[in-house]
């Protein structure tokens, strides 16, 4: 069976730095576009970043541009997102998924195409 578990979130100061983890069971990870997502209180699903296997290739939402890195260990089947100089508004639950339709990440991302999420993981933002 296919899985992914997000781990890692947890309250940060203003401008402190936290690592998501996602690990893959049931497929790889390398072969498949992987996407981090996040959604406040009374506020839609947005896109945070996403990376394509093979190259790599990866996209970043505006809001955290900059501050925010996607990267991929192949051995451990595990997706992370480097989070720094983090604000309040970062302050969401954060989704890993799994596009098993796609290797690449499209343009622009498709929610719906990503068909396997995890259960989320809370990151707090202190100000």
């Known amino acids: 069976q296919v899985h992914v578990v997000e781990s890692g979130g947890g309250l940060v100061h203003y401008g402190g730095s936290l690592r998501l983890s996602c690990a893959g069971s049931g497929f790889i990870v390398a072969d498949y576009a992987i996407g981090w997502f996040r959604q406040a209180p009374g506020k839609e699903r947005e896109t945070i970043s996403c990376i394509s296997s093979s190259d790599g290739t990866s996209y970043y939402g505006d809001p955290v541009k900059g501050r925010f890195t996607i990267s991929r260990d192949n051995a451990k089947n595990t997706v992370y997102l480097q989070m720094n100089i983090m604000k309040p508004e970062d302050t969401a639950v954060y989704y890993c998924?799994?596009?098993?339709?796609?290797?690449?990440?499209?343009?622009?991302?498709?929610?719906?195409?990503?068909?396997?999420w995890g259960q989320g993981t809370q990151v707090t933002v202190s100000s």
């Open positions: 998924a799994a596009n098993l339709l796609r290797s690449r990440c499209s343009s622009p991302i498709l929610q719906y195409e990503f068909d396997y």
